[in-house]
């Protein structure tokens, strides 16, 4: 029931609207409405939810590489990895994982838009995975003076130029990932390399789908310290994906809650890390939706009256009444 106080602004509820004080005006607003889920719908919402927790799961394994993301990767990574999932050629739609997916799409995929790496880093690269589970990356030549275009008004003259290659394996159905190393090449100054391979040590888990990064370092030296001072930013921070890899026999999907923990996996407990996804918990939680949803859906049809499709024929007789 809707009131109003000394001030003259009315506060409560009057049939479908909801009445409310904000900064000396009253402010109206509609009751929310019950939203009507189709199966359709819940397998998409699952499908979605399950998208955003495996993309924040692949930013934070990737933070030493980008150090600084802009305000829309979140949103950006989460469609890339939708768009992944649903265009792969198998799987029941909102029981299907990052495993299932198209990773092909994520490639390109910049954590920073301020300075996408393709645009600051004229480097040519391709990414390869040996029968024995070890990743390369040939990069070709560069001239630091031409081929990277640095913030405004900063020489490149006195300064470090640093490029990262990481590699981090996934594994989403078992929640962990594995960062597997980081290759550094630096350069001092303007100077010009010739093309190369640089090749990861550690072998890519066949569970595991693995992603390569590339991202490219700015620093200012301090002679008397014999130190650098990064001067990369949120305006200026390039890295992207440039590698995907599919995992070669995925694990099977979990048929409970997973409780991960790193002493499962003897020899690499220190470079493991627990994930924080909720995907395989939607995963599971799915059949239960559906369920209620069809079961409330039920009840309400054999709540309502059923209308038959056809009046029975017969004969109805009119008989007059005499009047007495």
């Known amino acids: 029931m809707a009131t109003i106080d000394k001030k003259g602004m009315v506060h409560g509820t009057a ?4 009445y409310r004080e904000y900064r000396g005006k009253n402010i109206l607003q509609g009751k929310a409405k019950a939203f009507k889920q189709s199966e359709k719908t819940i397998r998409s919402a699952t499908e979605f939810g399950l998208s955003s927790s495996a993309a924040a799961v692949i930013r934070a394994a990737f933070e030493p590489a980008y150090f600084f993301k802009d305000g829309t990767a979140a949103y950006r990574s989460t469609q890339l990895v939708y768009q992944s999932i649903l265009n792969n050629i198998s799987g029941e739609k909102g029981k299907r994982d990052l495993h299932d997916g198209n990773l092909s799409l994520l490639n390109g995929l910049d954590f920073n838009a301020n300075s996408k790496l393709h645009e600051v880093l004229q480097m040519s690269h391709s990414v390869n995975k040996s029968a024995e589970g070890l990743v390369s990356v040939t990069l070709g030549s560069l001239n630091t003076k031409t081929d990277i275009k640095r913030p405004k008004n900063q020489s490149g003259a006195y300064m470090k130029h640093r490029i990262r290659l990481m590699l981090v394996a996934f ?14 090449l630096d350069l001092e100054g303007y100077q010009s390399i010739e093309g190369q391979v640089i090749t990861f040590t550690e072998t890519v888990p066949e569970d595991c789908l693995a992603l390569v990064s590339m991202s490219l370092m700015l620093y200012s030296p301090i002679n008397q310290t014999n130190e650098s001072i990064l001067l990369n930013s949120r305006a200026f921070s390039p890295c992207a994906i440039i590698g995907t890899f599919q995992s070669e026999k995925s694990s099977v999907y979990p048929i409970k809650e997973v409780y991960m923990q790193s002493s499962n996996y003897p020899g690499r ?25 069809a079961l409330l859906t039920r009840k309400k049809a054999e709540a309502m009256k059923i209308i038959p499709d056809h009046i029975p024929r017969g004969r109805i007789s009119f008989r007059k009444t005499s009047k007495n």
């Open 15 to 18: 049939g479908s609207v909801i």
């Open 171 to 184: 594994n989403f159905r078992e929640e962990y990932y594995e960062n597997l190393g980081f290759q550094d």
């Open 269 to 293: 407990e220190e470079k493991i890390k627990v994930m924080f996804y909720k995907g395989n918990t939607m995963m599971l939680n799915l059949d239960n939706k559906v369920s209620k949803q």
